[in-house]
């Protein structure tokens, strides 16, 4: 499971990168993300059926066809602390978000969320769980269906990346594990950090003291890479040239990331270590 310490940290990318480069070492995988928002949809063909446009480059990265069990909850804003929800690729209800704690998350979606994975992972090696936002974000903790709930009740191993571009990478990662409950932190098995540039030397410092406050490792530093895929959220750029690209056109692209990814990270050391 990849996730971040904020929105908009490289989760996707990364999941997206994953996905293809072990595709290419002969997995079979497909990519999962429990509870989405996004405006961002991709309508499964042949269907009505929605899921994130997000999980449908995962998809396609994973050389396999967008499948609604991919993302069993897509949450689509309608403002005013209301989202439309689509459960299991349909529309269910359209509820505000005190609604959707108190009478969806545990009573319907996430018996939905744990039915979907568990038929994923029965017909593949290995799925690749994309969280979402933060897993610290203490404020919705006992609800957060897409972060450690779900990576504590699989037993997921979890990489978790901060984007060093946008500032506060040490102290997200730190405070992150400082908010987690000690069950959650025993879960994370190392941090990636996202989008760098510059001389790596310099990171050196900074590296082994967060290491040695949160006794775990930082497993790879991936460079800014210039790419051009649909967004997922609000909060990522976007080259306007993805707003025309199709899904299945996607793969050039695709392979571009994961090349970054193989050269700044030590796969195999990341399979020893993190897929059990």
């Given at each position: 499971m990849v996730q971040g310490t904020s929105s908009g940290s490289g989760k996707s990318t990364l999941v997206t990168a994953f996905c293809r480069i072990f595709s290419d070492k002969g997995y079979r995988v497909s990519p999962f993300k429990a509870q989405n928002m996004s405006s961002n949809t991709f309508t499964i063909a042949g269907t009505?059926?929605?899921?994130?446009?997000?999980?449908?480059?995962?998809?396609?990265?994973?050389?396999?066809?967008?499948?609604?069990?991919?993302?069993?909850i897509l949450?689509?804003?309608?403002?005013?602390?209301?989202?439309?929800?689509?459960?299991?690729?349909?529309?269910?209800?359209?509820?505000?978000?005190?609604d959707y704690y108190d009478s969806f998350v545990f009573q319907t979606g996430f018996s939905n969320v744990l039915k979907s994975l568990t038929s994923?992972?029965?017909?593949?090696?290995?799925?690749?769980?994309?969280?979402?936002?933060?897993?610290?974000?203490?404020?919705?903790?006992?609800?957060?269906?897409?972060?450690?709930?779900?990576?504590?009740?699989?037993?997921?191993p979890v990489l978790?990346?901060?984007d060093i571009e946008r500032g506060g990478c040490f102290a997200n990662i730190v405070g992150t594990m400082r908010l987690l409950k000690k069950i959650h932190r025993d879960l994370v098995?190392?941090?990636?950090?996202?989008?760098?540039?510059g001389d790596r030397s310099f990171l050196t410092p900074a590296i082994r003291s967060v290491e040695k406050i949160t006794k775990k490792k930082i497993l790879g530093v991936?460079?800014?890479?210039?790419?051009?895929?649909?967004?997922?959220?609000?909060?990522?750029?976007?080259d306007p040239n993805a707003r025309k690209m199709s899904i299945e056109s996607c793969h050039s692209q695709i392979d571009i990331i994961a090349k970054a990814i193989k050269e700044n990270i030590n796969i195999e050391k990341l399979i020893r270590q993190v897929i059990k």
């Amino acid at each position: 499971m990849v996730q971040g310490t904020s929105s908009g940290s490289g989760k996707s990318t990364l999941v997206t990168a994953f996905c293809r480069i072990f595709s290419d070492k002969g997995y079979r995988v497909s990519p999962f993300k429990a509870q989405n928002m996004s405006s961002n949809t991709f309508t499964i063909a042949g269907t009505s059926y929605e899921i994130s446009q997000a999980q449908a480059v995962q998809a396609i990265a994973s050389r396999r066809k967008p499948d609604v069990r991919m993302n069993p909850i897509l949450l689509k804003p309608l403002g005013d602390y209301r989202s439309k929800v689509i459960l299991n690729g349909s529309f269910y209800l359209d509820m505000y978000a005190q609604d959707y704690y108190d009478s969806f998350v545990f009573q319907t979606g996430f018996s939905n969320v744990l039915k979907s994975l568990t038929s994923l992972r029965k017909e593949n090696d290995l799925v690749i769980i994309e969280g979402a936002g933060s897993p610290a974000e203490i404020n919705i903790s006992k609800y957060d269906i897409s972060n450690m709930l779900l990576a504590e009740a699989i037993e997921a191993p979890v990489l978790i990346t901060s984007d060093i571009e946008r500032g506060g990478c040490f102290a997200n990662i730190v405070g992150t594990m400082r908010l987690l409950k000690k069950i959650h932190r025993d879960l994370v098995q190392g941090f990636l950090i996202n989008n760098f540039r510059g001389d790596r030397s310099f990171l050196t410092p900074a590296i082994r003291s967060v290491e040695k406050i949160t006794k775990k490792k930082i497993l790879g530093v991936i460079p800014k890479v210039n790419f051009c895929l649909p967004a997922e959220d609000s909060l990522d750029s976007v080259d306007p040239n993805a707003r025309k690209m199709s899904i299945e056109s996607c793969h050039s692209q695709i392979d571009i990331i994961a090349k970054a990814i193989k050269e700044n990270i030590n796969i195999e050391k990341l399979i020893r270590q993190v897929i059990k």
